[in-house]
């Protein structure tokens, strides 16, 4: 397994941090006992390792697909888990306070991007002016606002405006308390 010199710098400090009575533990175990979920080695990695550590360690895209399912185990520091669920909200929505959700965890890159810019957006904007935004077609983004209305991320408010019935989509934990 090949290992990236901020990966050596960030396991010898997580594991002085997290696994410091356990000298022969290396990288190369570490990994494959954290994900394949590992109860021990999960607990002690999340509550002691520095949260960037720990993400630079299993990855960006392990991690976005790992937390929704890793954060309701037992015995987590609560900081600590506040701390992880603000790093998942940043990497899938750009912004800490977007809830942590199984299903977005799942979504495509170009559903992921749209998720983004309606995370960003004042919660005003129509479906049409989030489609401008991204740069992608209407329909496209339509049906990405259903998905994420269906899995409970957002809703829809109609509003007329000039006239004309514009759907406006807004986020749980973000537009709407």
């Known amino acids: 397994m090949k290992i990236a010199e901020s990966q050596i710098e960030a396991w010898e400090r997580a594991k002085r941090m997290a696994f410091w009575d356990q000298g022969k533990l290396d990288y190369a175990q570490w990994l494959p006992a954290f994900k394949s979920g590992n109860t021990n080695v999960m607990r002690q990695s999340i509550n002691y390792m520095r949260a960037a550590d720990l993400i630079n360690l299993v990855g960006k895209r392990q991690f976005i697909k790992a937390w929704p399912l890793l954060r309701n185990a037992d015995e987590l520091n609560e900081s600590k888990k506040a701390i992880l669920d603000a790093a ?85 934990g973000l537009h709407i308390a």
């Open 88 to 172: 998942w909200g940043f990497y899938v929505a750009g912004d800490v306070s977007f809830p942590v959700s199984a299903s977005a965890a799942r979504f495509h890159p170009k559903k992921l991007g749209t998720l983004r810019v309606l995370a960003k957006s004042s919660g005003h904007e129509s479906i049409y002016q989030i489609a401008k935004m991204t740069g992608r077609d209407y329909r496209r983004v339509y049906d990405d606002v259903m998905d994420f209305v269906a899995d409970g991320i957002a809703v829809i408010a109609t509003e007329i405006r000039n006239g004309r019935t514009s759907k406006v989509p807004r986020l749980h």
